[in-house]
């Protein structure tokens, strides 16, 4: 088996070789910390390979599943043509305003529809009215619990072909530590597992960020 050691140093190697944030979303970031504590968007690298991927692919129905502050989104948005659109779930009125306000910003507001409430009954709602097969991506990075819920959903709206990316499967490192238990670890671990061995799609495991599953619908 080749494989690396990311030590600190390579690390920011990686990193300031993969970033194109431009002034706007360094100020997202800034602006997410100082109103909300947190630090939970996608790193500028994560960022930069969906850059990389969408212009490729140039996805018309996307769906994002924890839109947090917007900062995710907005990268996306800013890829995708005028006529591509983002299904935006998030369950925080608080944060999600900031995101609507950066996305006016942006100029991506018209590209983006926010569905307030808990993803999993939107999702359902999504598949009852009648949008099965019509997504071409899907961005999951909320609950970890509900990965499997969501993922499971996410594939019946997905079109063949499509891509489902899934956020923090590698969790800091700690699902590959036996010793480390908890809801979310485990609830990791279970997709993980699970997604290696599906006979419906292609997933690979990358170490990208906290590491993402990027899944292909067969
Ligand atoms: C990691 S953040 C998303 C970060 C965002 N993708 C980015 O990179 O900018 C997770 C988000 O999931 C949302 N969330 C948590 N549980 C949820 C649920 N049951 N339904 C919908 N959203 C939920 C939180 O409110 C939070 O904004």
Same mark, same amino acid.
């Given at each position: 088996?080749?494989?690396?050691?990311?030590? %600190?140093?390579?690390?920011?190697?990686?990193?300031?070789?993969?970033?194109?944030?431009?002034?706007?979303?360094?100020?997202?970031?800034?602006?997410?910390?100082?109103? *909300?504590?947190?630090?939970?968007?996608?790193?500028?690298?994560?960022?930069?390979?969906?850059?990389?991927?969408?212009?490729?692919?140039?996805?018309?129905?996307?769906? &994002?599943?924890?839109?947090?502050?917007?900062?995710?989104?907005?990268?996306?948005?800013?890829?995708?043509?005028?006529?591509?659109?983002?299904?935006?779930? %998030?369950?925080?009125?608080?944060?999600?305003?900031?995101?609507?306000?950066?996305?006016? *910003?942006?100029?991506?507001?018209?590209?983006?529809?926010?569905?307030?409430?808990?993803?999993?009954?939107?999702?359902?709602?999504?598949? &009852?009215?009648?949008?099965?097969?019509?997504?071409?991506?899907?961005?999951?990075?909320?609950?970890?619990?509900?990965?499997?819920?969501?993922?499971?959903?996410?594939?019946?709206?997905?079109?063949?072909?499509?891509?489902?990316?899934? %956020?923090?499967?590698?969790?800091?490192?700690?699902?590959?530590?036996?010793?480390?238990?908890?809801?979310?670890?485990?609830?990791?671990?279970?997709?993980?597992?699970?997604?290696?061995?599906?006979?419906?799609?292609?997933? *690979?495991?990358?170490?990208?960020?906290?590491?993402?599953?990027?899944? *292909?619908?067969?």
């Amino acid at each position: 088996m080749k494989y690396l050691n990311f030590d %600190d140093q390579l690390n920011k190697y990686i990193s300031k070789h993969n970033d194109q944030d431009d002034e706007l979303l360094k100020e997202l970031r800034e602006v997410t910390y100082q109103k *909300t504590g947190r630090k939970m968007m996608i790193s500028p690298d994560q960022a930069q390979f969906f850059r990389t991927l969408l212009a490729c692919l140039q996805p018309r129905k996307i769906l &994002e599943v924890g839109v947090f502050t917007g900062y995710s989104s907005t990268v996306m948005a800013r890829v995708i043509p005028d006529s591509a659109r983002i299904v935006a779930c %998030d369950i925080s009125e608080e944060w999600t305003a900031i995101a609507k306000e950066y996305w006016l *910003t942006a100029g991506v507001d018209h590209k983006v529809s926010l569905k307030l409430g808990n993803a999993n009954l939107t999702l359902s709602e999504l598949i &009852e009215k009648g949008n099965k097969s019509t997504f071409d991506m899907a961005f999951i990075d909320a609950d970890k619990i509900s990965y499997d819920d969501y993922f499971e959903k996410a594939i019946k709206l997905l079109k063949p072909k499509g891509i489902i990316i899934i %956020d923090n499967v590698l969790w800091k490192g700690t699902v590959a530590k036996p010793e480390r238990v908890d809801e979310d670890i485990t609830a990791l671990r279970h997709l993980n597992d699970k997604l290696a061995k599906d006979e419906r799609v292609y997933s *690979t495991l990358l170490p990208i960020g906290d590491g993402m599953l990027m899944i *292909t619908k067969l």
